[in-house]
């Protein structure tokens, strides 16, 4: 996010509807994502946007124009933490598993 967030929310408001937006974090979302972003992830249903921290991973899964089912796991973070840690100064990897059915519109 080294300081494109506004392309980043062009990007989110220019997507057709019908769309699935996959997104996630790599150094540093934290301080590089600008509120206005932030605030539209999180418009998106994001849970965790607001609470990244220096160095977090996150993922976030979902869809603009339609709603996709609450049995989908749709965002995780990891905070770092120097006791935590998978790899030095870095927090462990995030997977997000499911289906996403494919008639949802």
Request: contains cysteine; glycine residues 6%.
């Amino acid at each position: 996010m080294y300081d494109h967030s506004e392309e980043m929310v062009a990007f989110i408001e220019s997507a057709p509807q019908g769309s699935l937006l996959f997104m996630v974090t790599h150094d540093d979302g934290s301080a590089r994502l600008k509120s206005n972003a932030k605030k539209l992830v999180e418009a998106l249903g994001s849970k965790e946007i607001q609470n990244m921290k220096f160095r977090s991973s996150w993922a976030f899964i979902t869809a603009k124009g339609f709603k996709l089912p609450d049995d989908i796991e749709r965002e995780k973070i990891n905070h770092s933490d120097s006791k935590k840690n998978r790899y030095s100064g870095w927090p462990a990897e995030i997977q997000i598993e499911g289906c996403i059915p494919r008639n949802l519109m």
